[in-house]
């Protein structure tokens, strides 16, 4: 997608039947969050980052619906999950058997997620639950597994521009109370971490700030072009982790407040940074 055809996009979406259906019943702006997800084990932990995500939805009125986009949806379309009955997906290996028997399975949201389909153009529907990079958070949001839910897929074909242009399209929805998720990690090389560690590496405390400092300011060219900074390619030897951050800072608002409501580094280099916008 070109910055032209952005625009056009952006322009037609706004003069649209479909987008003024969307904000008919417009409520309070809602936010829009960053959470770094950390370990599976996180599932069952009851722990300052579980805490937080315990505290942070009470902060703003529940969502009429919510968007994920999580690390672990990485394909080479666009994709949006369309399945109205809910599958949880257990996408990790070698954990304790209590992780396999939680279930998280709230309803989809066929409506909504045909009408995103239809916003964003070159992007299709697929029957799909949720991973573990949306429900291992939400279950401590929303135990009641009472929202709509569905997630899009990260399409690693596309450009960091072009993510960070879909969640400019996205951000329309905050205002008919739909909460947009990012769902990641400011770094993420499992190769260097260790549970064992108690000292934090200088690389992952500088690129945390980096992408602290870029958010703080409004900074988006250095989310967009990250990749040219020194340390990204320890941070991420893989960029699946990274790419929410760009689904989040996409749905900013010039009037938006930043606020980072979990900061912490764990096993010497995983971040779990957690943002919330607006």
């Given at each position: 997608m070109?910055r032209?055809?952005?625009?056009?996009?952006s322009?037609?979406?706004l003069?649209?039947?479909?987008?003024?259906s969307?904000?008919?019943?417009?409520?309070?702006?809602?936010?829009?969050?960053?959470i770094?997800?950390?370990s599976?084990?996180?599932?069952i932990?009851?722990?300052?980052?579980?805490?937080?995500?315990?505290e942070?939805?009470?902060?703003?009125d529940?969502?009429?619906?919510?968007?994920?986009?999580?690390?672990?949806?990485y394909?080479?379309?666009?994709?949006?999950?369309?399945?109205?009955?809910?599958?949880t997906?257990?996408?990790?290996y070698?954990?304790p058997d209590?992780?396999y028997?939680?279930?998280?399975?709230?309803k989809?949201?066929?409506?909504?997620a045909?009408?995103v389909?239809?916003?964003?153009k070159?992007?299709?529907?697929?029957?799909?639950?949720?991973?573990?990079?949306?429900?291992?958070?939400?279950?401590?949001?929303?135990?009641?597994?009472?929202?709509?839910t569905?997630q899009?897929?990260?399409?690693?074909?596309?450009?960091?521009?072009?993510?960070?242009?879909?969640?400019s399209?996205?951000?329309k929805?905050?205002?008919?109370?739909?909460?947009?998720?990012?769902s990641?990690?400011?770094t993420?090389?499992l190769?260097?971490?260790?549970?064992?560690?108690?000292?934090?590496?200088a690389?992952?405390?500088?690129?945390d700030?980096y992408?602290?400092?870029?958010?703080?300011?409004?900074?988006?060219?250095?989310?967009?072009?990250?990749?040219?900074?020194?340390?990204?390619?320890?941070?991420?030897p893989?960029?699946?982790h990274?790419?929410?951050?760009?689904?989040?800072?996409?749905?900013?608002?010039?009037?938006?407040t930043?606020?980072?409501?979990h900061?912490?580094?764990?096993?010497?280099?995983?971040?779990?940074?957690?943002?919330?916008i607006g």
């Amino acid at each position: 997608m070109t910055r032209k055809e952005f625009l056009k996009l952006s322009g037609l979406l706004l003069a649209s039947p479909l987008y003024s259906s969307l904000l008919q019943s417009e409520t309070k702006m809602m936010p829009s969050l960053f959470i770094s997800h950390g370990s599976p084990m996180n599932i069952i932990r009851d722990n300052s980052f579980t805490t937080s995500l315990k505290e942070i939805v009470k902060t703003f009125d529940k969502p009429k619906a919510i968007i994920v986009i999580s690390a672990h949806w990485y394909t080479n379309n666009t994709l949006i999950s369309n399945l109205e009955e809910q599958e949880t997906i257990y996408d990790f290996y070698g954990f304790p058997d209590q992780l396999y028997n939680i279930t998280y399975e709230p309803k989809g949201d066929e409506k909504l997620a045909s009408d995103v389909n239809e916003i964003l153009k070159n992007s299709s529907l697929e029957d799909r639950g949720l991973d573990h990079g949306a429900w291992s958070i939400l279950r401590h949001m929303y135990p009641k597994q009472d929202i709509p839910t569905f997630q899009i897929s990260i399409n690693k074909n596309l450009s960091y521009m072009q993510h960070f242009e879909i969640a400019s399209l996205l951000k329309k929805l905050r205002k008919n109370g739909v909460l947009i998720i990012g769902s990641g990690s400011v770094t993420h090389n499992l190769r260097l971490t260790d549970y064992r560690k108690t000292n934090v590496d200088a690389w992952a405390l500088e690129f945390d700030e980096y992408i602290k400092e870029a958010f703080n300011t409004k900074n988006f060219s250095n989310i967009i072009e990250a990749q040219k900074h020194p340390l990204f390619n320890i941070a991420h030897p893989f960029d699946d982790h990274f790419i929410p951050l760009l689904y989040t800072a996409g749905t900013i608002e010039d009037n938006d407040t930043i606020e980072h409501f979990h900061e912490e580094i764990v096993s010497g280099n995983l971040t779990m940074r957690s943002i919330k916008i607006g």
